[in-house]
């Protein structure tokens, strides 16, 4: 399938942290024929290929979840008060449109087969529109905005409909149209980190059929927006030798330091840090070079901010590199990356994989 088509199909899915089961039909026909996947209590899912007699095991992480929001209270009026779950940036949350993921159950009546009604319960499992409430210009001072504890969703409807569909603890995503721009570039909520699945299942596409040194872990970890868990233990599951973590960077832009950002359209990110093996970052940097990729750096002295910094710590262990894609817009409706950079990133993986990864360095 085509990373575009891959990108839409799961970009326009649900699944914000503590959620991702709501992706597990999707990933499970995009790797149809090509891995059998399964998934864990926490929402990870893992799909695995290559030899599995193997001894050595390379684990592949992404992230799957999403940002969005979680309903707290429902007030007499029918607004509907949310809190972020993860990062989400508050300066482009209001007048924003929502959808509001609705578990609740509701009174419906029937006819019966003799004739006579029924009262009955239904699942509801309807999207429900809503706007992020935005207070006019003219009734606020110039320094007022949004705060993450005063964010307000009006759906229109009475407070009792509300109260009938609606209950704590439903998600709430950002509505977001996947629109392709010019050069190969496009742009919706999610690509963060849904651009590293992308580059995924585009690996694992390029290595169907080919016979590979070792095992291959593809890890769609959950909750790294909230706490990265989902990595932590399926690393500590699977005790991989070596990982590498894709995840988005940033992209060039007015205000985002050079040395802190990669150029979009240009190819990827490779991170070099004290947490991270720096035998697999030359490596990365290598077989760019073979696969004539451009890549751009990020030299962290710490931590990366990614998956990477709890997978290393994980039982004894683990090596790792990272690589990431550049990202505009991080955290918001129009998050945009190129199409290019995931093929790049997906390309890399895939004869970092065949190579049997550093097993041999």
């Known amino acids: 399938m085509e990373t575009k088509e891959i990108l839409k199909t799961i970009c326009t ?12 039909d999707t990933m499970t026909e995009l790797f149809d024929g090509i891995a059998r996947i399964r998934k864990k209590p926490n929402g990870t899912i893992i799909a695995e290929i290559g030899d599995n007699s193997s001894e050595y095991h390379i684990m592949f ?6 940002i969005g929001l979680s309903v707290t209270y429902i007030d007499d009026n029918g607004f509907i008060k949310a809190e972020p779950v993860g990062g989400i940036d508050l300066r482009a949350l209001p007048t924003s449109a929502v959808i509001i993921k609705s578990t609740s159950k509701l ?4 006819q019966n087969s003799d004739g006579t009604f029924g009262t009955y319960n239904a699942e509801t499992n309807e999207d429900i529109m809503g706007i992020v409430c935005a207070m006019p210009p003219h009734l606020t001072k110039k320094e007022e905005g949004l705060s993450r504890d005063n964010i307000w969703i009006d759906t229109g409807l009475s407070a009792d409909a509300v109260k009938g569909m609606v209950n704590l603890g439903d998600s709430v995503i950002v509505k977001s149209e996947f629109r392709e721009m010019l050069n190969h570039m496009v742009t919706v909520s999610a690509l963060d980190n849904r651009a590293g699945c992308a580059a995924l299942i585009k690996c694992a ?24 868990s989902g990595a932590k233990t399926a690393a500590f599951e699977l005790s991989p030798d070596e990982a ?12 985002v330091p050079n040395e802190k950002s990669g150029a979009i359209g240009c190819g990827p990110i490779i991170s070099i840090a004290p947490v991270l093996s720096k035998v697999i970052s030359d490596t990365l940097t290598e077989i760019a070079g073979e696969l004539t990729i451009k890549c751009d750096y990020e030299v962290d002295g710490g931590g990366t901010g990614t998956n990477a910094d709890g997978i290393a710590v994980s039982k004894g262990g683990v090596t790792c590199g990272v690589l990431s894609i ?22 890399i993986l895939a004869e970092y994989a065949l190579r049997g990864g550093i097993r041999n360095a």
Do not use: W
């Open 244 to 255: 590498i973590v894709v995840d988005v960077g940033f992209a060039k832009q007015e205000g």
């Open 326 to 347: 550049p990202e505009k817009n991080m955290h918001t409706q129009t998050e945009t990356v190129s199409i290019d950079d995931i093929d790049s990133v997906a390309k």
């Open 13 to 24: 899915e649900k699944g914000i942290s503590g959620r991702e089961n709501e992706l597990y």
């Open 61 to 66: 992480d992404a992230h799957i979840d999403r």
């Open 205 to 228: 596409e390029l290595l169907q059929g080919k016979n590979l040194p070792c095992r291959v872990s593809l890890v769609f970890s959950s909750q790294e927006e909230t706490n990265e």
């Open 107 to 110: 009174k419906t009546t029937m």
